[in-house]
């Protein structure tokens, strides 16, 4: 990523700026009560009592949820807060039953923690950055108002009422659209990966509030406004750009940055103002005297740490270190985690049906998911989840290229056969008659009839021309309708070529 400015009519301004991400909890019940977190359900068919606010009624924290926040502090490498404690946030709107909202201001869970990101994901050369994660707190969602279903009332749903958020802070420490990207991809990749939060921005499971402000160079830092629940890295990013601009644009017109909340807008990728920008004091936090203080156990510490998976960096780096794989394909088998269970069912089973071990199967198995596979999956409009073909008929398909069986320019076949089938390779090969030749005989009779037919470049050849030799092995290989062995070929030629 190259250094970012705005080059205004004064000069150049600098982009500061730092993200709230709110990641819902994976869990099966909300923050305070046993209610259902299902996507997509009837509305208000997933509100408790407690959820409703109803009088009387007492929340009791989902050790779940608090589980699931201080694994994805571990993950980032931050401080848990052994003692914690939930506030009230109080203000008023209608999705907002009770008037306030529980968080965690003073006393958050997780403390000071960071992220690592890559300045530029296609060339490792360009280097790292350590982002600032300031905190991790606990807090309930609010439920929902719906403006369009009736031409004069609002309705309100509040079946979010209550879900469970982790709040993640971040310091304000990137400085243009690609590393709030970079920063946003790579934390949506951990908390998958930990299994924390599913990450589906497009259901609001995830969502980011982004902070913005500009300076010149070694002023200190401007105003800086907030546009609210950005559900997209794409959008982040356009959000940031626009919103920069616009900042310049105002401080050269000899115009003041209002503190604000600002909404964005996709259609037009801009940002508009929604509100002044409140602080805390506005919203009276006070500790929640429903609710006692969360003290940790070092027992509960220790299954959580012991719960954690490989997380993406230490899995990108035996990728490249013990099985050999490129830093490219590497990073795009670790990028998703689903991707990267994939990939290790694969290389399991290809270890077992080659009588290998995994390390020796592993360059093999993925060259052929990263271009083959990925390939022609896209070619479908599909992706690895929705593969006919799985991990275990994948490496049916490996084994039979690397025992010879069939060819790569055969396998590519096959595979088509297998997305469009479901069948298995073997079955396959054997079906359509697909097995690689070996037949010497067959092989020199191909090649004699082929070097007959191009008489003229089999003289330029002999004449110093030895770029034909690719022609001839192709023309060999139609001639065979990509049945001959590939080495085999290539020897036969060379004997006959002299």
């Not at 629940?229 to 356009?238: G, I, P």
């Not at 090969?429 to 097995?435: A, N, P």
Request: with cysteine; charged share 25%.
């Amino acid at each position: 990523m190259s250094s970012y400015r705005i080059q205004g009519a004064t000069g150049e301004w600098e982009v500061v700026i730092g993200l709230e991400v709110h990641a819902q909890i994976t869990t099966q019940a909300k923050l305070f009560s046993g209610s259902a977190t299902a996507f997509g359900a009837e509305p208000n068919t997933q509100v408790s009592l407690i959820d409703a606010a109803m009088p009387g009624m007492l929340p009791v924290p989902n050790r779940e949820c608090i589980r699931q926040a201080v694994r994805t502090g571990m993950a980032i490498e931050a401080q848990i807060n052994t003692w914690s404690r939930f506030d009230r946030k109080n203000y008023f709107y209608a999705d907002l039953p009770q008037g306030y909202q529980i968080s965690q201001l003073y006393h958050p869970l997780v403390g000071e923690g960071s992220i690592e990101i890559a300045l530029d994901d296609k060339n490792p050369e360009a280097g790292t950055k350590v982002i600032g994660i300031e905190r991790i707190h606990v807090e309930q969602d609010a439920g929902k108002l719906m403006h369009d279903q009736h031409p004069t009332m609002s309705y309100v749903d509040l079946n979010r009422s209550g879900v469970a958020l982790m709040e993640i802070v971040s310091r304000p420490d990137m400085t243009s659209p690609a590393e709030a990207g970079a920063y946003l991809t790579k934390l949506r990749q951990i908390l998958r990966y930990v299994g924390s939060c599913d990450g589906n921005m497009d259901q609001g499971s995830m969502r980011a509030d982004v902070n913005v402000s500009v300076r010149r160079a070694g002023e200190p830092l401007g105003t800086r406004t907030e546009t609210k629940n950005v559900n997209s890295v794409r959008f982040v990013m356009a959000a940031i750009e626009h919103e920069a601009s616009r900042q310049v644009d105002v401080l050269e017109a000899g115009g003041k940055i209002v503190q604000e909340t600002r909404l964005f807008d996709p259609g037009t990728g801009t940002t508009r103002s929604m509100r002044s920008k409140e602080d805390a004091h506005d919203y009276r936090y006070f500790p929640d005297p429903d609710l006692l203080p969360l003290v940790l156990d070092q027992a509960f510490l220790d299954e959580c740490r012991a719960s954690l998976p490989e997380l993406p960096d230490a899995k990108r780096t035996r990728y490249t270190d013990a099985l050999g794989l490129s830093a490219y394909n590497a990073a795009v088998l670790t990028a998703d985690v689903d991707t990267a269970a994939w990939f290790e069912t694969l290389i399991t089973a290809s270890a077992a049906k080659q009588g290998k071990d995994e390390a020796a199967v592993a360059k093999q198995a993925a060259n052929w998911l990263t271009s083959e596979l990925f390939g022609a999956l896209n070619k479908l409009g599909k992706g690895l989840e929705d593969s006919p073909v799985s991990p275990t008929s994948a490496a049916e398909l490996l084994a039979l290229i690397g025992d010879g069986t069939i060819s790569g320019s055969i396998a590519k076949q096959v595979l088509e056969k297998m997305l469009e089938t479901g069948d298995g390779a073997a079955a396959i090969v054997e079906r359509e008659g697909l097995k690689q030749t070996t037949d010497t005989g067959a092989i020199e009779a191909a090649v004699d009839a082929v070097l007959a037919a191009n008489a003229d470049k089999v003289e330029q050849y002999r004449g110093g021309k030895e770029a034909l030799f690719g022609f001839f092995v192709g023309q060999t290989m139609k001639a065979m309708a990509g049945k001959g062995n590939p080495q085999l070929v290539n020897q036969v030629l060379k004997a006959k070529l002299g």
